[in-house]
């Protein structure tokens, strides 16, 4: 059976690539791919930096749910409308 660690299936499970949990970790996609691939040793610090990047990604995505939910709300009733509006 191939290695697949916690943080790929979390990825996986939710859409997150490894650009969003890079920029939200601050280090490039190559050092969490590294992390993400390299079986035998982990930091605690690299465990810190992905528990912290997945947060920081959850509460991205919360953040842009709540101003969708807004949008929508304000649009109700022209959310086909083809006028040039600044809705958004």
């Known amino acids: 059976m191939e290695y697949e660690c916690l943080s ?3 990825r996986a499970k939710y859409g997150i690539t490894l650009r969003e949990l890079s920029q939200a970790a601050g ?7 590294r992390i993400e691939l390299e079986e035998s040793y982990h930091t605690a ?3 810190c930096l992905l528990q912290k990047a997945f947060l920081a990604v959850a ?16 649009g109700v009733g022209r959310l086909l409308s083809t006028e040039m509006e600044e809705l958004l």
Do not use: P
């Open 59 to 74: 509460t991205k995505r919360h953040e842009e749910a709540d101003r969708l939910k807004a949008d929508v709300a304000a």
């Open 45 to 47: 610090g690299e465990e």
């Open 27 to 33: 280090v490039s996609f190559q050092h969490i791919s």
């Open 8 to 10: 790929r299936r979390l």
